[in-house]
C-alpha cells in the first residue's frame, strides 16, 4: 500500500496545481459565468471536482503496466488520498489569496475566484466541502477504474455529454429551435444551465448509449466481419449517404453564426487533407504550409477583386479558380524543389523558413504595386451561382461542402493508387525506397505540388469567405493548426483530418467568449491526446500498428530497482517461457 500511496499523493499534487494554475490564469472565474445545472452549479465549481474524480481514477490504476490491478481497497484507498490531496490544494489557494491578496501580481486571483473556490459558501463550509468533497470524488473515480469496463464508458460518456451541453446550450438551442424542437430546448434548458430533468436525463441517456455501445461494439464488430464483400460496401455507402444527407441540410437548421463555424471547418478541413498528403502520405514534415494557403487566397483576391492593384478586369470566382490551382501547384514545384535532398526537422526548418518569407514578400513595400502591401485586397466578391451571391455563409457552405467531398475524394484515390504506394515507400525509408526504384524526386515533386493545390483551394474559399484578404492573418498559426488537427486525428487518415478539423477549430469557434484561453485549452488538448492516444482519434492501420508495436509481448520490461524502490520487496524473477 506504501507505494500506492506515495503515487496517490503524487497524482493528487498534479491534479491540484493544475486546477491552480488555471484559477491563477482566470479560466476558473469565466468558467463560472456558466451554469451547468440552472441556479444550483456552474461548469467553474465543476472543474475541482472533475480534477478529484481523474486524479482518483489516475491513481487506483495498477503500479506497472502488465501487474495485475490493485485489490479494491488499495485502489479506493488510493483514489481517497489522491482526491484528498488535490481538495487540500485548492483549499490552501483560497486561503492564500484570501490572506494575502496578491492581485497587484496575479490579476486573477481575486475574492471572485475565493468565492467560486469556496462553493459560494463561508470559509468552514467551502473548505470542508473541498477537502471532504475532493476524498468522496477520488473513491467515486477510483470505483470508475473498478467497475467492468462497459459500466466505464457508459458512466465517463454520461458525465462527458452533460458537460458538452452545458456548454454547448447556445448553440444547442438554436438547432433545436430551427428543426422545430422546442420543446426538447425547454425540457432541456433553463435560463443560463440545465434543468434538474434535463441534466439527469441527460447523464442516464448518454450513459446507456455510452455502456450500450461498449458492450456490442465487438459482436458488431464480428458480425460486420461476417459479411459478404458486397454486404459491407452496400452498408458502408449507405451510412455515407446518411451522413452526407445530414450534413447537406445542417444550414437549413442552424443559425448564421454556426453557418460561418461550418464553413471555417470546412477550409480547414480542405487545406488538412492537402497537408496530409505532404506529412501523412509522403512524409515530409512541412511547417510552411501557409504560404500555399496565403498563395490561393492572393491569387483569388487578385484575379476577382475590383480593388485588385494589378489586374483589370476582374474575372468570376468560377473562371479564376482553375487559374489558382494551376498557380499554388506551379508555387508547390517551386518550393520542393530547394529541398529534395532535406529530410525530417531539417526540412520542417526550411519549409517553416519558405512560410515566413511568404508573409514577408506579401507584406513588403515590394509587392504592393501587385498585391497591396500591408494594406490588403478589399473587396473581394463571393461567388455567383444560379444568379445568386453566395456571401451568406450558410449559402457558400454548399460550394465548400461539395470541395471537401472532391478533395477527400481525391486523396483517397491518391493513397490507394500507385502514387500512395510509392509515398509510402518514402515514408517509411527513403533511402530503401530509392534503392528499390521509387523515383523519390519525382514523387515528392508530386506531393508538394497535390499539397499545395489543395491548399490553394482553401486559400481560395479564404479569401471569399471574409472578402479581404491581409498578410497579418496568414501567419505561421495557420501551419500549425493545420499541421495539430492532422496530428490529433490520426496522420494519414482521411476521417481523422475532419474529426481533428471540428475539435480544433470548430469547437473553439463556437466557444468564443473564452478565446483568451483557446491557446490554453489548445495544448491542454494536444499534450493530453500526446499521452493518452498518441496515434490520433481515428488512425489509420499501419499507423496504429507502428505506435503500439510490441504491446503484445508477453514478457514485461522489467525494472528492478523501480520496482524495488516501489513495493519496497525484491525482484520477482519473470517467468522463463
Known sequence: MGAYARRATSTGAIFGLAITHLSLVGLVVALN???????????????????????????????????????????????????????????????????FTPRDVLIN?????????????????GNAINVIGGALMGVVGASLRIIPGDLRRGAVTGIGALLGLALMQTFVSQILT???????????????????PGAITTLVLFGIIGWAWASQRKAFSERLGAMGANQRRTARFSGLGLLLLVLATLPLFVGPFLSQTMDLVGIYII???????????????????????????????????????AFAPHLDFWIALPLVLAITAAIGLTIGAPVLRLRGD?????????????????????????????????????????????????????????????????????????????????????????????????????????????????GAFYAVRIGTVFPQELNIIVSINALA?????????????????????????????????????????????MLLRPEGFLPNRSRRAELHEGEGDSEPDWDEKRWERETGTQTPEPEIT
Open 346 to 458: 531539417y526540412l520542417a526548418i526550411v519549409t517553416l523558413g519558405f512560410g515566413e518569407i511568404a508573409r514577408i514578400v506579401l507584406n513588403s513595400n515590394w509587392m504592393t504595386p501587385y498585391v497591396g502591401g500591408a494594406q490588403g485586397i478589399l473587396a473581394v466578391p463571393a461567388p455567383q451561382f444560379l444568379g445568386k451571391d453566395l456571401r451568406d455563409p450558410a449559402l457558400l457552405y454548399y460550394p465548400i461542402f461539395v470541395a471537401c467531398i472532391i478533395a477527400a475524394i481525391a486523396a483517397i484515390s491518391l493513397a490507394n493508387s500507385r502514387v500512395g504506394r510509392a509515398w509510402t515507400a518514402m515514408r517509411e525509408d527513403e533511402s530503401v525506397a530509392e534503392a528499390t526504384g521509387v523515383n523519390t524526386i519525382k514523387y515528392k515533386l508530386l506531393a508538394f505540388s497535390m499539397g499545395a493545390t489543395f491548399g490553394g483551394l482553401a
Open 178 to 196: 430551427g428543426l422545430p424542437l422546442t420543446f426538447v430546448d425547454d425540457f432541456l434548458y433553463e435560463r443560463e444551465g440545465l434543468t434538474w
Open 109 to 125: 486571483a481575486s475574492p471572485q475566484l475565493v468565492a467560486v473556490l469556496h462553493w459560494g459558501q463561508d470559509v468552514m463550509v
Open 271 to 309: 487545406m488538412g487533407l492537402g497537408l496530409n498528403i505532404v506529412v501523412g502520405f509522403a512524409g515530409l514534415l512541412d511547417l510552411g504550409y501557409v504560404a500555399f494557403y496565403a498563395v490561393g487566397a492572393y491569387a483569388t483576391a487578385v484575379l476577382t477583386s475590383p480593388a485588385s492593384p
Open 33 to 99: 459565468d456558466r451554469e451547468l445545472v440552472a441556479g444550483v452549479v456552474s461548469v467553474g465549481s465543476t472543474i475541482a471536482v472533475i480534477a478529484a474524480l481523474a486524479a482518483g481514477f489516475v491513481a487506483s490504476r495498477p503500479l506497472r503496466k502488465g501487474l495485475a490491478p490493485p485489490a479494491p481497497a488499495v485502489a479506493l484507498g488510493s483514489g481517497a488520498i489522491a482526491g484528498l490531496v488535490t481538495g487540500i490544494i485548492i483549499t490552501a489557494l483560497a486561503w492564500l489569496v484570501e490572506a
Open 485 to 529: 488537427l492532422i496530428i490529433l486525428g490520426g496522420i494519414g487518415s482521411i476521417p481523422g483530418v475532419i474529426v481533428g478539423a471540428v475539435v480544433l477549430v470548430g469547437l473553439p469557434e463556437l466557444l468564443r467568449e473564452f478565446s483568451e484561453y483557446r491557446l490554453l485549452l489548445y495544448g491542454i488538448v494536444l499534450v493530453a491526446m
